[in-house]
């Protein structure tokens, strides 16, 4: 036994910093405030979020807590049940209808995760496709990368968002096989958008189906919230769309949605589908709820962009370098494990606002980030103070600015 336990002792040994988890308790009613429990844990400290993927500040939304608190007083906490066995609630079956009709599609399917509807779907829509061939953004998920692998699909990488070179591997393939072209619309690292109207031409030319991961863009932007894809006015030319409801939704669970028929073979085939427990009605009742506020309402996403245009200007004064300023997440480059874990302390401790660094495996080695993530509930004033905090910080660590860094 001692040798298994000496391999797993050394197991993490050399990839960097090791993930600790800073225990928080999130305020409802008053969040971006929270409380944490640092160092030994016996105190509760207040802090200020700026890493939560809660972008619009919707798991304290009145309505949505309302639906959520309804629904445990009428039906439990629980679902009892995966969707095949005494799993399906009416709560379900009203926000898959819901979700349908927000992307405009025939039909959709909830997961209890994001990471479990990418990965069983894409096992299904690649892997039962005879000789399929899937062509994968460089930076795409590690759900679309375990989805395409259980798939047992043939898969080239294109470069991450490099029109030319999907072109390259289209044009490369055999006109014959059936393609799929799999992508995300906002990268959750890098923060940037994927040229989506240009994809869907290659797709067209190509004859190839898409599938689009549009987990950072689902209620933060496009008409009601339903992406990236229907603001550019690209939605209709992809073929599936998948979606979280735990970031601007504020909620927990997947989803897909597309073609009665794709949805219906992933429904009878995904594995993490059928083999897991639907998702407690509560949870259902409060995406639903927050579904439908934010297909109506833009203050949420109005809140939201302008502070992230706030924070990029900030971060421009100062020369804090960040890897895009085309969406709502802010990654602000460190370049180096050790410094990153030491700004993302100093803000925490010093300043009471708490920034994860983001090191390996989720970036690769050497370029770690502090994804900072404003959101709708933020003030202008928080917005820089938190610029502030950061500018003395990167003075005090020596940081590269955006000179230095390019």
């Known amino acids: 036994m001692d040798r298994y336990l000496d391999f797993f002792s050394h197991l993490t040994d050399g990839v960097g910093s090791a993930r600790?988890?800073?225990?928080?308790?999130r305020v409802a009613g008053r969040f971006p405030s929270a409380t944490a429990r640092v160092d030994d844990g016996s105190e509760l400290t207040p802090i200020s979020v700026w890493c939560s993927n809660d972008y619009l500040g919707m798991g304290q939304h009145p309505a949505v807590l309302a639906a959520a608190t309804r629904a445990i007083a009428e039906h439990g906490s629980g679902s009892g049940g995966s969707r095949n066995i005494g799993g399906t609630n009416h709560y379900h079956v009203l926000l898959e209808a819901e979700l349908a009709e927000l992307h405009d599609k025939e039909?959709?399917?909830?997961?209890?995760?994001?990471?479990s509807a990418n990965d069983g779907s894409l096992s299904v829509i690649a892997g039962r496709i005879p000789d399929c061939l899937v062509f994968s953004?460089?930076?795409n998920h590690a759900s679309i990368i375990d989805g395409l692998r259980h798939s047992r699909a043939e898969k080239v990488i294109f470069r991450h968002n490099d029109v030319a070179h999907l072109a390259e591997l289209l044009a490369a393939a055999d006109p014959r096989r059936p393609k799929l072209i799999v992508a995300e619309s906002v990268y959750s690292m890098n923060g940037d958008v994927a040229p989506l109207a240009d994809i869907a031409d290659l797709a067209d030319e190509h004859s190839a189906m898409t599938y689009l991961d549009e987990v950072h863009a689902v209620g933060v932007y496009g008409p009601q919230g339903a992406g990236i894809a229907a603001r550019m006015?690209?939605?209709d030319r992809f073929t599936v769309v998948m979606g979280t409801l735990a970031k601007g939704f504020g909620a927990t669970g997947g989803y897909l949605a597309g073609p009665a028929a794709v949805v219906r073979a992933v429904r009878m085939f995904a594995r993490s589908f059928i083999f897991t427990t639907a998702m407690p009605p509560a949870v259902a009742a409060a995406a639903l709820a927050a579904v439908r506020h934010l297909r109506v309402s833009e203050v949420e996403r109005d809140r939201l962009a302008r502070n992230a245009a706030r924070l990029h200007a900030l971060?421009?004064?100062?020369?804090?370098?960040?890897?895009s300023n085309e969406s709502h997440i802010v990654s602000v480059r460190v370049d180096d494990d050790e410094l990153c874990k030491r700004?993302?302390?100093?803000?925490?401790?010093?300043?009471g606002l708490y920034v994860q660094a983001i090191n390996a495996p989720?970036?690769?080695?050497g370029e770690e980030i502090l994804r900072i993530a404003p959101n709708a509930v933020h003030t202008e004033q928080e917005v820089d103070d938190l610029a502030r905090a950061l500018g003395d910080i990167w003075l005090e660590l020596g940081l590269r600015t955006g000179r230095d860094a390019a």
């Open 315 to 323: 971060l421009d004064e100062r020369g804090i370098p960040y890897l």
């Open 107 to 115: 039909d959709a399917l909830l997961f209890s995760t994001g990471y």
């Open 137 to 139: 953004d460089a930076l």
């Open 362 to 365: 989720s970036v690769r080695p």
């Open 233 to 235: 006015g690209v939605a």
């Open 343 to 351: 700004a993302s302390d100093l803000l925490l401790r010093r300043h």
């Open 20 to 25: 600790d988890f800073l225990e928080i308790g």
